[in-house]
Structure formats: structure tokens, C-alpha cells
């Protein structure tokens, strides 16, 4: 029996499809369990803007793909909350509250560090990441299966993960009954606006303004480096034409909606130069299953979350980890699929839900739930830490076999 295992172990072959967070991560987490892995990706390269916040839970799978020491940073910042005219609302010392729980900072990174290093780890491994390969269909045949791109070229392998975000088309091919991503009613902008010392901004700090119409974030790194963002409510029927709308209209249009708020929203917008990244938020907060035969779904392709308690990373490592040692402890793939999807399908559903209601808390611009929101918070922080410290503390570690 033991030696049928390790032969189905060693000829095992994965094909990835998606070079973002999980993908990657999965490709590291599958060498140390002994199964190679391909990684195929649309782009050319990897998109370089954005911050992810790594909490407790995220901190702990980088450590076990070996690249927390890589991408540590000393940004664990602080948070500060305003009123629309930009006066301080008062809130407990986070660092101090999650340390009451035996909880990490947390840290701030750059999305195309942490995926820039995910990539070097595994092909220091020696997994091959192939770019421009569209995946357009999948065949399945019974002793594999046949991953088809764009530019005409096949591959096959033993099992094949869709790690293809939100929009995956792993998912709509061998999974097309599944429901699609939910729309949040948001876009969510944001610029880099390189050194900026205006408005005495508190450097390692992250500094969120509950605007009268939308709510907006500015980090600023220990060296005065700031990104700031908001949300912009947009309903889907209209969705399109935000989407075109050209840079300076849009900006125009976020300096419309931040015009009853403090100077600083009106000064950030104009620093952007017109450069915003615009992201509508999408979610996924069921799918019926995660997997067909030899093919599986991980990160958010399964569980697309928004990002307001920063997860959607998190969960997409996690994912990664607990998919690997699935396969290595138990023998057939379709079965460790089942199992990994029992193992974090409640989990990650969860998460996607409470992302959900705090988004509809913390975006509200209904003046009495503003009120409101921004009377409880100090209690609302304290209690949210608590309660969602099964999110934070979750813990994976590789020598725990899966029964
Ligand atoms: C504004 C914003 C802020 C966020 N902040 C945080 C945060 O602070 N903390 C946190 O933990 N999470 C955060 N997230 C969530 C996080 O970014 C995602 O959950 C994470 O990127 C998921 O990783 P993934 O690899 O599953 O998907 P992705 O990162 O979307 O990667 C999918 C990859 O698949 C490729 N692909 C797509 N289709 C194909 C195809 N047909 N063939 C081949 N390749 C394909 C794409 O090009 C992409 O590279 C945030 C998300 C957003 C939008």
C-alpha cells in the first residue's frame, strides 16, 4: 500500500493556471510535499501596484513557503480614523489589542514583492513558469488532463489547479453551473503618490477617512512614500461606462465625491496626476463545489473576497498549503480534493461574508449609520479582534498528517 502511495506521489505532474498569489504559493507548497508542478499565466509579467496587509494567519503560511524572511518588513502600522472633516475619532492602540490576543502586527507589503518573491522561490525550486499562455480549455481524460491555451500549444498533466482569480476560466470550463462573482457596488481607485510630506501625515500609519460619500485610506511607509485610495460607489448597470471613463474625468469625478471632506482627500486626488488604477470589487460567497475530477479551484477562483479585512491573500496561501498536504496524505487526487474542500470551505466562506458587512459598515453613506459607526468604534475594534481572532490565529503547520 505504502509503496502504491509513493509511486502515485512521484508520478504526479500539476498544472497551475495563474501566476498571481496562490499560484505560486501552491507550486511551492506541492515541491515540498514531492509533486512537481508547471505554472501557465495570461500576462506577460506580473502587476506592480498595489499593498496587501498580512495579517497573523498570512504571516504564518509565508513562513512555511519559506519567504516570510524575504518580503519582512518593518511596516506594522498603526491606524488612524476620521470624521469626514477630518477630526481624529478616537480608537484603542491596535498593536496593543492584538498583542492581548497573542496576535502579530501584522505587516504591510507590496503586492508585486510578495508575488516577485512567490515566483523566485519556486523557480529556485525548479518550477517553470511559462507567460502569455491563456488557458482557453481543458480536456479530461481518464489518466489526465489537458490544459489548452490561447496561442494554440497544450499541456497535460496528472491534475490541473485553477489558481485564475475571480474571473477563472478553469472555473467556467469544468465548473460552468457555478454561480457568478457578486458585484460589491464599488470601484475600488487608488494611486501611488510617491514622497508626500503635505498635512504632516504620521509616517507607518495607515490614516482612513470615513468620507460623507465614500471612504478613503492613505498609507504612508517610514520614509514618507503614500498611497492613498478610496471607494467609489457605482451602481452595475453603470459600471461600463465608469470603467471607460477617461483619467481626467475620473478624476473630476472623485473630487466630486470627496468635496465635503477634509482638504486632504481634495489635495491627494490632484497629487495622483490623473494616474488612478481602478479595481471593481467583486466577490464569491458560495460556490456548490470547488472541484471536478482531476481538476480543483484555489484562491479566488473558489472564494474571491472583498478586501476589507484583507484576507483574499491570506486565504489564497492558506489554500495553497492545505491543498499540498492533502495530496500528499491521502493517495487519490479527487479525494484529497473532497477533503481540502471540507477542510476550508466553511473557513474561507466565512471570511468572504464578515469582509462583506464590514464593507457595508465602513462604506455607508446613510448619515445615521454613520453616526453610529463612528460613535461605536473604539468598542467596535475591540470586539471585532475578539471575535474574529479564529480568522487571525488559524495556524498550519506541515507535520500534521490529513486523515
Ligand atoms: C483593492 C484590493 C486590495 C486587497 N487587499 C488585500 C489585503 O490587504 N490583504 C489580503 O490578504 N488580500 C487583499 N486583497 C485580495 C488579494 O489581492 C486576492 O485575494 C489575491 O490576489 C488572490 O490571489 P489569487 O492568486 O487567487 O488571484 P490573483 O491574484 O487574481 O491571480 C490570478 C492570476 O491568474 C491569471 N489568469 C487569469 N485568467 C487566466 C487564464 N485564463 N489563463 C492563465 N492565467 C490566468 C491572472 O492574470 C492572475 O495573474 C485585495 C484585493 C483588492 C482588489
Not at 468620507?211 to 492613498?228: C, E, N, P, V
Not at 473630487?255 to 496626476?273: F, P, Q, Y
Not at 481540502?340 to 474561507?348: A, D, I, P, S
Amino acid at each position: 500500500m505504502c509503496k502504491k502511495m509513493n509511486e502515485e506521489k512521484k508520478k504526479r505532474k500539476a498544472v497551475i493556471i495563474g501566476c498571481g498569489i496562490a499560484g505560486p504559493a501552491l507550486a511551492i507548497a506541492l515541491k515540498h510535499v514531492g509533486i512537481d508542478s508547471e505554472i501557465f499565466e495570461a500576462t506577460k509579467t506580473t502587476p506592480n501596484f498595489g499593498i496587501l496587509s498580512l495579517t497573523s494567519n498570512a504571516i504564518c503560511a509565508l513562513k512555511l513557503l519559506g519567504v516570510f524572511e524575504k518580503i519582512k518588513t518593518d511596516n506594522s502600522p498603526n491606524a488612524y480614523f476620521y470624521k469626514h472633516d477630518g477630526r481624529l475619532l478616537k480608537i484603542p492602540d491596535m498593536v496593543s489589542e492584538l498583542e492581548k490576543h497573542n496576535l502579530d502586527d501584522g505587516i504591510i507589503v507590496h503586492r508585486s514583492n510578495l508575488v516577485q518573491e512567490l515566483k523566485e522561490k519556486a523557480v529556485s525550486n525548479g518550477t517553470r513558469i511559462n507567460f502569455e499562455k491563456k488557458l482557453v480549455d481543458i480536456q479530461e481524460e481518464p489518466d489526465k488532463v489537458i490544459a489548452i491555451f490561447e496561442d494554440g500549444t497544450e499541456i497535460e498533466g496528472d491534475l490541473l489547479i485553477g489558481c485564475d482569480g475571480p474571473f477563472s476560466k478553469t472555473r467556467n470550463i469544468v465548473l460552468s453551473n457555478s454561480p457568478l462573482p457578486t458585484y460589491s457596488g464599488n470601484i475600488w481607485t487608488g494611486v501611488d503618490l510617491g514622497i508626500y510630506k503635505k498635512f504632516d501625515l504620521l509616517p507607518n500609519a495607515f490614516h482612513m477617512t470615513f468620507g460623507r460619500k465614500a471612504y478613503s485610506g492613505t498609507l504612508t511607509f517610514s520614509d514618507s512614500r503614500t498611497i492613498w485610495w478610496t471607494n467609489v460607489p457605482c451602481p452595475e448597470n453603470t459600471l461600463e461606462e465608469f470603467k471607460k471613463m477617461s483619467p481626467g474625468n475620473w478624476t473630476k469625478k472623485l473630487s466630486e465625491l470627496h468635496k465635503d471632506d477634509h482638504a486632504r482627500m481634495l489635495d491627494s486626488i490632484k497629487s495622483g496626476n490623473n494616474k488612478h488604477v481602478r479595481i471593481p470589487l467583486y466577490d464569491i460567497p458560495y460556490l456548490p463545489t470547488w472541484h471536478r475530477n482531476s481538476v480543483c479551484l484555489i484562491g479566488d477562483a473558489a472564494h474571491a473576497t472583498s478586501p476589507y479585512i484583507g484576507q483574499g491573500a491570506a486565504m489564497a496561501m492558506e489554500d495553497a498549503i492545505v491543498l499540498a498536504k492533502c495530496l500528499r496524505d491521502i493517495p487519490e487526487s479527487n479525494n484529497a480534493f473532497v477533503k481540502f474542500e471540507k477542510l476550508r470551505k466553511k473557513r474561507t466562506e466565512n471570511i468572504v461574508k464578515i469582509s462583506q458587512q464590514t464593507g457595508s459598515l465602513i462604506t455607508t453613506s446613510n448619515p445615521i449609520k454613520q453616526l453610529l459607526r463612528n460613535l461605536l468604534l473604539p468598542r467596535t475594534i475591540t470586539s471585532s479582534i475578539k471575535k474574529l481572532n479564529w480568522i487571525f490565529s488559524y495556524k498550519i503547520s506541515w507535520d500534521e498528517k490529513i486523515k
